[in-house]
């Protein structure tokens, strides 16, 4: 359930909403940047040891590097996109548990495509790592179901609800391995710390004030009502005759019939 702060300065709650989502952003900004960079020196250098390749000892040391690396400017530009809007949602609404999961989407991407992966092909791309923010904010938005928790989850649904169904094989080249090791480490991560982030304060709206005000006034009017006559105290009552009463006619004339 929402709760209200009235100690809350509605200026002060904006300030620090907009510089958690700029700093998140920014966050988002730099990781991007990074991929970039790695993209560019990708041309002078073999990156393939850098990579996963799946069921070799050689190959786990991709499970660090590999979401770094893409094998084309439209690889990387599919995950920078969905790394500034995941990455920002998360970061701003859930910075702790964003924090604390994203090792866990991190590996969870490299080891899925090490254990699950086909021998002899190479894992690459930090799709692994946007699908666990995918899950990561579904999941808490299930767990948690304050307004900020299911706005988030319906605007990450919104632009990449097609994630859910992208964990599963569907088009050759694309390693849905991958995208179910980050998936399980996003569900792992809501799970655990789903109350490390506490509930952004609520903003009141007018209409809020006018309902209560008008429950007040019906709570008065219905106090002016008189009460119902079963629900009037009986003050005193007359102590029943054993004898009980005896009420005595006058006898009936026949002749004046």
């Given at each position: 359930?929402?709760?209200?702060?009235p100690?809350?300065?509605?200026?002060?709650d904006?300030?620090?909403?907009?510089?958690?989502?700029?700093?998140?952003?920014?966050?988002?900004?730099?990781?991007?940047?990074?991929?970039?960079?790695?993209?560019?020196?990708?041309?002078?250098?073999?990156?393939?040891?850098?990579?996963?390749?799946?069921?070799e000892?050689?190959?786990?040391w991709?499970?660090?590097?590999?979401?770094?690396?893409?094998?084309?400017?439209?690889h990387?530009?599919?995950?920078?996109?969905?790394?500034?809007?995941?990455?920002?949602?998360?970061?701003?609404?859930?910075?702790?548990?964003?924090?604390?999961?994203?090792?866990?989407?991190?590996?969870?991407?490299?080891?899925?495509?090490?254990?699950l992966?086909?021998?002899?092909?190479?894992?690459?791309?930090?799709?692994?790592?946007?699908?666990g923010?995918?899950?990561?904010?579904?999941?808490?938005?299930?767990?948690?179901?304050?307004?900020a928790?299911?706005?988030?989850?319906?605007?990450a649904?919104?632009?990449?609800?097609?994630?859910?169904?992208?964990?599963?094989?569907?088009?050759p080249?694309?390693?849905?391995?991958?995208?179910?090791?980050?998936?399980?480490?996003?569900?792992?991560?809501?799970?655990?710390?789903?109350?490390?982030?506490?509930?952004?304060?609520?903003k009141?709206?007018?209409?809020?004030?006018?309902?209560e005000?008008?429950?007040?006034?019906?709570?008065?009017?219905?106090?002016?009502?008189?009460?119902?006559?079963?629900?009037?105290?009986?003050?005193?009552?007359r102590?029943?005759?054993?004898?009980?009463?005896?009420?005595?006619?006058?006898?009936r004339?026949?002749?004046?019939?």
């Amino acid at each position: 359930m929402d709760t209200l702060n009235p100690l809350h300065d509605p200026a002060t709650d904006a300030r620090e909403q907009r510089g958690r989502v700029i700093r998140a952003f920014n966050i988002s900004l730099g990781a991007v940047l990074v991929m970039v960079a790695v993209l560019a020196s990708q041309a002078g250098f073999d990156w393939r040891p850098f990579a996963v390749r799946p069921h070799e000892w050689e190959g786990l040391w991709g499970v660090l590097t590999a979401p770094l690396l893409h094998g084309s400017l439209e690889h990387l530009g599919a995950n920078a996109f969905a790394i500034l809007i995941l990455g920002t949602l998360a970061g701003s609404v859930y910075p702790k548990a964003t924090k604390w999961g994203l090792p866990l989407m991190w590996l969870g991407s490299g080891l899925g495509a090490w254990w699950l992966g086909d021998v002899g092909t190479f894992h690459l791309g930090a799709s692994g790592v946007t699908h666990g923010l995918m899950f990561l904010l579904f999941v808490l938005g299930l767990i948690r179901r304050d307004r900020a928790a299911i706005a988030t989850s319906m605007i990450a649904f919104l632009f990449y609800g097609g994630m859910l169904l992208a964990i599963l094989p569907r088009e050759p080249g694309i390693s849905w391995q991958s995208h179910m090791g980050g998936a399980m480490g996003g569900v792992i991560a809501a799970i655990l710390f789903r109350h490390l982030d506490p509930l952004l304060p609520r903003k009141r709206y007018s209409w809020e004030d006018e309902e209560e005000e008008a429950a007040l006034a019906d709570d008065d009017v219905d106090g002016m009502e008189p009460p119902r006559p079963r629900e009037v105290p009986v003050l005193w009552q007359r102590e029943p005759d054993p004898n009980g009463v005896v009420i005595r006619f006058r006898r009936r004339d026949p002749s004046q019939d």
